[in-house]
Protein backbone atom coordinates (compact mmCIF):
# COMPACT_ATOMS: atom_id res chain seq x y z
CA UNK A 1 0.00 0.00 0.00
CA UNK A 2 2.89 2.42 0.92
CA UNK A 3 4.29 2.02 -2.09
CA UNK A 4 1.27 2.24 -4.46
CA UNK A 5 0.83 5.79 -2.93
CA UNK A 6 4.80 6.84 -3.25
CA UNK A 7 4.28 5.76 -6.80
CA UNK A 8 0.81 7.79 -7.46
CA UNK A 9 2.96 11.07 -5.19
CA UNK A 10 5.57 10.84 -8.13
CA UNK A 11 2.99 10.10 -11.11
CA UNK A 12 2.87 13.52 -13.45
CA UNK A 13 -0.47 14.43 -14.62
CA UNK A 14 -1.28 15.32 -18.37
CA UNK A 15 -4.54 17.53 -19.35
CA UNK A 16 -5.70 16.28 -22.91
CA UNK A 17 -7.73 18.83 -24.34
CA UNK A 18 -9.32 17.58 -27.79
CA UNK A 19 -13.14 17.80 -29.06
CA UNK A 20 -12.16 14.58 -31.40
CA UNK A 21 -13.23 11.43 -29.43
CA UNK A 22 -11.30 8.80 -30.70
CA UNK A 23 -8.44 11.19 -30.73
CA UNK A 24 -8.49 11.69 -26.76
CA UNK A 25 -9.02 8.02 -26.29
CA UNK A 26 -5.59 7.35 -28.46
CA UNK A 27 -3.91 9.96 -26.46
CA UNK A 28 -5.04 8.88 -23.24
CA UNK A 29 -4.66 5.30 -23.75
CA UNK A 30 -0.95 5.82 -24.77
CA UNK A 31 -0.07 7.98 -21.74
CA UNK A 32 -1.99 5.66 -19.25
CA UNK A 33 0.51 2.77 -20.76
CA UNK A 34 3.48 5.34 -20.40
CA UNK A 35 2.31 5.73 -16.63
CA UNK A 36 1.09 9.15 -16.53
CA UNK A 37 -2.46 9.98 -14.58
CA UNK A 38 -4.70 11.82 -17.37
CA UNK A 39 -7.49 14.41 -16.78
CA UNK A 40 -9.41 15.28 -20.27
CA UNK A 41 -11.71 17.76 -21.30
CA UNK A 42 -13.58 18.07 -24.92
CA UNK A 43 -13.39 22.51 -25.19
CA UNK A 44 -11.52 25.31 -24.81
CA UNK A 45 -13.24 26.72 -21.71
CA UNK A 46 -13.74 22.96 -19.91
CA UNK A 47 -9.77 22.84 -20.66
CA UNK A 48 -8.85 26.15 -18.87
CA UNK A 49 -11.37 25.08 -16.19
CA UNK A 50 -9.60 21.70 -15.80
CA UNK A 51 -5.97 23.65 -16.27
CA UNK A 52 -6.87 26.06 -13.41
CA UNK A 53 -8.31 24.08 -10.92
CA UNK A 54 -6.35 20.36 -11.22
CA UNK A 55 -2.79 22.38 -12.25
CA UNK A 56 -0.99 19.57 -14.50
CA UNK A 57 2.33 18.89 -15.15
CA UNK A 58 1.63 18.94 -19.17
CA UNK A 59 -1.05 20.13 -21.45
CA UNK A 60 -1.69 18.33 -24.70
CA UNK A 61 -3.67 20.91 -26.45
CA UNK A 62 -5.61 20.92 -29.56
CA UNK A 63 -5.76 24.01 -31.81
CA UNK A 64 -9.00 23.64 -33.40
CA UNK A 65 -10.97 23.48 -30.21
CA UNK A 66 -14.78 24.92 -29.94
CA UNK A 67 -15.73 27.61 -27.72
CA UNK A 68 -12.52 28.94 -27.26
CA UNK A 69 -9.12 27.65 -29.87
CA UNK A 70 -6.13 26.11 -28.18
CA UNK A 71 -4.07 29.41 -28.52
CA UNK A 72 -6.67 31.42 -26.54
CA UNK A 73 -6.59 28.65 -24.01
CA UNK A 74 -2.55 28.97 -23.97
CA UNK A 75 -2.68 32.74 -23.91
CA UNK A 76 -5.55 33.12 -21.00
CA UNK A 77 -3.71 30.34 -19.03
CA UNK A 78 0.02 32.14 -19.52
CA UNK A 79 -1.88 35.42 -18.03
CA UNK A 80 -2.25 34.01 -14.73
Given amino acids: MAATLRQNELMKTVLVVEDELKIARLVRDYLHQAGFAV ?36 RRLRET
Fill in 39 to 74: LEAADGPGGLAMARSHKPDMIVLDLGLPGLDGLDVT
